[in-house]
Structure formats: structure tokens, C-alpha cells
């Protein structure tokens, strides 16, 4: 998804945050809103297959894999991700 909505918006997906615009850092850490967008892969199976959803940007999905993980192991590497000496917004439940 993120590959997708990079090449939308001329983003290389590739670059350090540090290098891309302020209004590419918002489109990839806060997504688009409402729009969707349609990616297509292989799924486990070798198949093809289309999805078609929204891009609610990486701190929304960080949140939500930090908030629906069992596994400590995974909290950490979010938490690692997300600086460990602060509440991150994308941690913290707000």
C-alpha cells in the first residue's frame, strides 16, 4: 500500500524522512483520508488478487499492530520505532 500511494503522490519510498517534503512526511505518516486506492499482488497462495482500502498512513498502522499484538516482542520493536523516552501519539491511545 505504501509503495502504492508513494508512486501516486511522486514520493520514493526509498528516501530518509529527512529528504522528502513536509507534505510527503504527512501523506505517509498520516495518510489520505478517504480515498482508495486499489493494489494488486499474490497472496499466499500465488494467486492474484485486488484489494481496494483506504491509506491510513504508518502511525495509524503502527498503533494499531501495537494495540492488537499479544506479542511483547513486537511492542518493543514499535516502541523502538517510536522513540522509547516518550509517549508517542501513535502509542498512546490519542
Known amino acids: 500500500m505504501v509503495s502504492t500511494v508513494a508512486e501516486r503522490f511522486g514520493i520514493n519510498p526509498r528516501l530518509p524522512l529527512k529528504l522528502l517534503s513536509v507534505k510527503q512526511k504527512e501523506i505517509l505518516l498520516n495518510?489520505?483520508?478517504?480515498?482508495?486506492?486499489r493494489v494488486?499482488?499474490?497472496?499466499?497462495?500465488?494467486?492474484?488478487?485486488?484489494?481496494e482500502e483506504?491509506?491510513?498512513g504508518?502511525?495509524?498502522e503502527l498503533?494499531?499492530?501495537?494495540?492488537?499484538s499479544?506479542?511483547?516482542f513486537?511492542?518493543?520493536?514499535?516502541?523502538n520505532i517510536c522513540g522509547k523516552n516518550s509517549a508517542p501519539p501513535a502509542l498512546d491511545g490519542g
Open 31 to 37: 495518510g489520505t483520508g478517504d480515498t482508495l486506492y
Open 40 to 51: 494488486v499482488g499474490k497472496n499466499r497462495f500465488g494467486n492474484t488478487t485486488t484489494i
Open 54 to 56: 483506504k491509506y491510513n
Open 58 to 60: 504508518i502511525i495509524a
Open 63 to 68: 498503533k494499531r499492530r501495537y494495540i492488537e
Open 70 to 72: 499479544e506479542s511483547d
Open 74 to 79: 513486537v511492542r518493543a520493536e514499535i516502541e
